[in-house]
């Protein structure tokens, strides 16, 4: 990759649909790794603890996250920053729910 790169939201959310996952990362470069994630509503999210910092951005969707001792509810606009090798999960997914993610460090 060059110095930049342009994405647009919507091509990378088809593209994630396309491989049918519902996990699709569309950047990484040393210092961050960046993707889409998207649970269905009812879905269930089996991530584990991660080795780098994590934020999340909820796009869309509507759910609750439980993140070390917080539990609390996400919409449209919220944000949640996880540390590294903290436990998390989204839970309650009460309308499809995609988030972009981004790692820090790379994901490993």
Do not use: C, N, W
């Not at 269905?40 to 001792?69: F, N």
């Amino acid at each position: 990759m060059t110095g930049s790169d342009f994405k647009h939201l919507g091509s990378v959310a088809a593209e994630r649909a396309r491989s049918g996952q519902a996990y699709l990362e569309f950047l990484r470069v040393a210092s961050m790794s960046a993707g889409v994630y998207v649970l269905s509503a009812g879905g269930l999210d089996a991530q584990t603890p991660h080795a780098q910092d994590e934020l999340y951005y909820v796009v869309r969707g509507k759910a609750r996250m439980r993140a070390g001792t917080e539990d609390r509810p996400l919409e449209s606009g919220s944000l949640v920053f996880v540390a590294a090798h903290v436990e998390h999960r989204f839970y309650d997914i009460q309308e499809e729910l995609t988030v972009l993610v981004f790692f820090a460090p790379a994901e490993g």
